[in-house]
């Protein structure tokens, strides 16, 4: 006899994962804004401001990681997930291969016409922005680790959007120095290495229908934030 398949019973592993990547649809690759950026319709101005905003999202990772970190009871994950923060605030000098994700977008800043002191004062970050990416510590920093740990997979399409950058800007935007494009070199095998952890992790935590369906709710909520970052920075760009 064969028992009814029942609406509310979990994915499998292989099923549930699908469902997390098939979120990519909502990728801000797909944003109006960013199309444009990788289009080469961006004028110099335009891409200052996006790098300028942007860069308050980069100091903010690292302070979402460690909030992560602090509420992370297990020291195996808490040896894995410690190099997010080292792969952005760096290790050692900020001169060779260890300095850091921040220090590798402060210095696309510089390739983009932007002086140190102006971006690290942030006084460009306009405010849209800087409530969405609060809004995500403040996330990592309150909810079960695990949660905050499946708000990070929006790195499993990461690779693609640094990809297209690399590709497409040295065409469009010759006048941005080649090594002010690192950021997006280095990101993607780290992409690569940090989803393989949170993909473990959300998948043996979320292990009921409706806690899955709560993973994709969280994945949702950190597309979102990206998406609505876009948002802020595009009228920023046409106000500027």
Known sequence: MTL??????????VEFERQLRAKGAGYHIHHPFNQRLNGGYC???EIRCWVAN???YQVCIPRKD??????MPDRAHRRLWVDRILDHDGSGDYEG????????WTRLGEAVGLSRDELWSLERVVPG???ACDAYVNF????PWQEAVCSSLTEMFAPQIHKDRLASWPGHYPWIEADG???FRSRIPLATRDVEHGLQVTLGHFTTRATQQRALEILQFKLDILWSMLDAIEKACRHD
């Open 4 to 13: 009814p398949v029942h609406s509310d019973a979990p994915w499998d592993p």
């Open 43 to 45: 004028s110099p101005d």
């Open 54 to 56: 942007r860069f308050y």
């Open 66 to 71: 460690a909030a992560i970190l602090a509420n």
């Open 97 to 104: 291969s260890q300095a850091g994700g921040i220090e590798a």
């Open 129 to 131: 922005v800087r409530f």
């Open 140 to 143: 990592a920093a309150r909810a």
């Open 181 to 183: 494009l690192q950021y």
